[in-house]
């Protein structure tokens, strides 16, 4: 580590960035090399000197470099989880042990429509205050809705309120966003139209963003949802990122293929549509969400809601203030102790001002279908103090179920989905790649042992056999501890936030 120093004298007139930790060499020998790209595994050494990756290949450690021996693991980029939910916790928890425990070195928030907002504040702050981990933002639609329409959101928008929405994400994406989310199953999101989203979505690629939905309607009428998300991609001239894409009711179980070769068509046509998945056969969300109508207190839609999913006994509750002694209990299992039915519980529930619930409706053979796609890209939608496995097992649970175990993919290709993929997409030069002169977000696992082990009862159990990560070259997770680095950096379009700070 005294190596550096003599190299930060040199720069000691100017103001040091982060002052914590000396920057330090590393050489990691002896590993099996993933380098993002998806090709086959192969033996290299990787030579880390300050933020970036010096040397690959038969590099030999020099003097005063720390040697890691990584035999038997791999080496692999930092993942990039594309589908982030810590935008509201890194600042309490920056080392963000839940992410960086499974890999995870970059979070891209502001999914679903939602985001922080001003964008430029938020950004600031991270940079004033780094997490463990870099950090993207999406401008979130709703969030730029709301701002304009206030309450009167149930609704269409006028042309000079989707004119005032569009200053909103040009500043957005002035300010450093790197692209458009919406979430058009939800309240606020899911009155647009989709012309005001094509406007939007305009916006956005003006400024070299892409557009990420959570679509509206991931169970019945997917398919319908499918086209909209293509159309705005068409009619925007943006690449499009469909979020945890999945079929999600008993209606269209089984139509992965029918899914897959509408994306497919839409691909040969020239229309940049990807998608990323999360590994798991349920999803979380708000109670509401099971009844696309709206009609939350009408017995009929939520009986239907409920049959679409196989039944209440898939729901299973895990936030719900007004009665936490319901939480990590089943839909059917409370009203059977409550001696009332399903549809009368959830109307209650909702009443009582709602509830977060995973819901088990998905089935694997679709999941794996997705997974098997190239364009399709590995997401967590998870995050820090999730209540759903994902947000502290996804990226092992791909390594360890869905590579090691059931041979979904190969182990080169599962990492490009986790790494060159996202990095692509976001247009993150630097990342994604383990080659030289890239920046040092790298990961060691072990690729016997990685696995999940959160659960749906315990979501927060930290995963195995994820060794060392670095970010910008400092460890921030080692031997099943934090490493205490907090070199994570703000990830904008350097060209844009030129653009914001001539702008002003
Ligand atoms: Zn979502």
Redesign the pocket.
């Known amino acids: 580590m005294f190596a550096a120093a003599a190299g930060c004298a040199a720069i000691a007139s100017r103001p040091a960035p982060r002052a914590q930790t000396p920057a330090r060499a590393w050489t990691i020998v002896g590993g099996q090399l993933a380098d993002g790209s998806g090709a086959p595994l192969r033996q290299a050494n990787v030579r880390i000197a300050g933020d970036r990756i010096a040397a690959v290949g038969a590099a030999a450690p020099q003097p005063g470099d720390a040697v890691v021996d990584a035999k038997g693991l791999v080496i692999a980029p930092g993942f990039i989880d594309i589908h982030n939910h810590s935008s509201s916790e890194l600042a309490g928890d920056p080392a963000a042990e839940s992410q960086v425990s499974q890999g995870i070195t970059t979070v891209v928030l502001g999914?679903?429509g939602s985001s922080p907002w001003p964008i430029g504040e938020y950004l600031a702050e991270r940079r004033r205050n780094p997490a463990a981990v870099n950090v993207a933002v999406m401008v979130g639609h709703a969030t730029v809705r709301r701002l304009v329409m206030n309450d009167d959101y149930k609704r269409a928008a006028r042309p000079e309120e989707v004119a005032r929405m569009a200053a909103l994400v040009d500043q957005g994406m002035r300010e450093g966003a790197v692209g458009l989310s919406s979430?058009l199953e939800y309240e606020v999101g899911g009155y647009a139209e989709t012309t005001e989203l094509v406007e939007l979505a305009k916006v956005a690629a003006r400024d070299g963003g892409i557009y990420m939905s959570?679509i509206r309607d991931e169970a019945d009428k997917a398919f319908d949802a499918f086209r909209e998300a293509i159309a705005i991609g068409e009619r925007a001239h943006i690449p499009v990122q469909i979020?945890?894409i999945k079929l999600g009711t008993v209606g269209v179980w089984h139509k992965a293929a029918a899914a897959i070769a509408l994306i497919d068509a839409a691909r040969a046509r020239g229309v940049d549509v990807t998608a990323d998945a999360y590994p798991y056969n349920a999803w979380s969300s708000t109670i509401t969400v099971l009844v696309p109508d709206k009609r939350y207190d009408y017995p009929p839609s939520v009986e239907k809601a409920l049959d679409d999913v196989g039944g209440a006994q898939n729901v299973l509750i895990v936030r719900h203030a007004a009665h936490p002694e319901y939480e990590f209990r089943t839909l059917d299992a409370v009203a059977r102790d409550q001696k009332i039915t399903a549809v009368d519980l959830f109307i209650q529930i909702v009443k009582d001002g709602g509830a977060g619930v995973v819901c088990t409706s998905m089935i694997d053979e679709d999941v794996r279908a997705f997974y098997q796609q190239p364009w399709v890209m590995v997401g967590s939608?998870g995050g820090i103090n999730t209540r759903h496995p994902r947000g502290a097992g996804t990226f092992p649970k791909v390594l360890g179920r869905y590579v090691r175990e059931q041979h979904w993919i190969t182990l080169p290709e599962a990492v490009r989905k986790m790494t060159m993929a996202p990095a692509r997409r976001l247009k993150l030069k630097d990342r994604g790649r383990i080659v030289k002169g890239a920046v040092a977000d790298v990961v060691l696992f072990d690729p016997r042992t990685v696995l999940d082990r959160s659960t749906f009862s315990d979501p927060a159990t930290l995963p195995d056999g994820v060794e060392k990560v670095f970010v910008s070259g400092e460890l921030v997770w080692d031997a099943g501890k934090p490493g205490g680095g907090r070199a994570g950096q703000v990830l904008a379009a350097p060209s844009r936030v030129l653009k914001s700070v001539s702008s002003r």
């Open positions: 999914p679903d979430g959570h979020s945890h939608d």
